[in-house]
């Protein structure tokens, strides 16, 4: 089964354009924050953002997409809930706020 | 705040199995489908919200976050 999957590079990051098949997962935590920042920004009524929590295998795994391009990370470190904390409230802020 | 400890709850029952989904969009607050062309179009939004929807299993809750209630949720 063939299915074209590019890798785009822009500036210093990357990420995988979803094309039909399986998505992978960024690999830093920079990486993922800058280009969903990106992703988001350029329009942020297309884009939505899903979080899945696991207990028993104790991952976090993270989904920013606007239906066209996706951007996935996942995580089992605690040190990463601090940053993603942050990455949540400040996509809520810009949600909820007046700004375009 | 319903919101919030009815998810807690949610969390506490995924602790054995199961995963919570946590969903957040941007919503403009708009009730009407967009309309056809030769109508009136919507107006402009003048707030911005967010949508926040949790679930678990089979379990849905959704709540909408607006500018004021924001700093609780944060």
Not at chain 1, 2 to 23: D, L, N, P, Q, W
Not at chain 2, 20 to 38: F, I, N, S
Request: proline share 3%.
């Amino acid at each position: 089964m063939c299915g074209a999957r590019e890798i785009v590079r822009e500036h210093s990051f990357h990420y995988t354009k979803y094309s039909g098949i399986k998505m992978t997962y960024v690999k830093s935590w920079e990486e993922f924050e800058k280009a969903a920042e990106r992703l988001y920004l350029q329009d942020p009524m297309k884009v939505r953002y899903s979080m899945k929590y696991t207990h028993n295998k104790g991952c976090l795994s993270l989904k920013l997409t606007d239906d066209v391009d996706c951007l996935q990370y996942k995580t089992e470190i605690v040190q990463d809930l601090k940053k993603v904390e942050k990455f949540i409230n400040n996509l809520m802020r810009h949600m909820a706020s007046k700004e375009q | 705040s319903q919101f919030l400890s009815e998810l807690t709850r949610m969390f506490r029952r995924a602790r054995s199995h199961g995963s919570v989904v946590l969903t957040m969009k941007r919503y403009d607050g708009r009730t009407k489908p967009a309309p056809r062309e030769g109508r009136k179009p919507l107006p402009e939004p003048s707030e911005y919200m967010c949508l926040i929807r949790a679930t678990l299993r089979t379990q849905k809750i959704s709540t909408v976050v607006s500018c004021a209630d924001r700093r609780l949720c944060i």
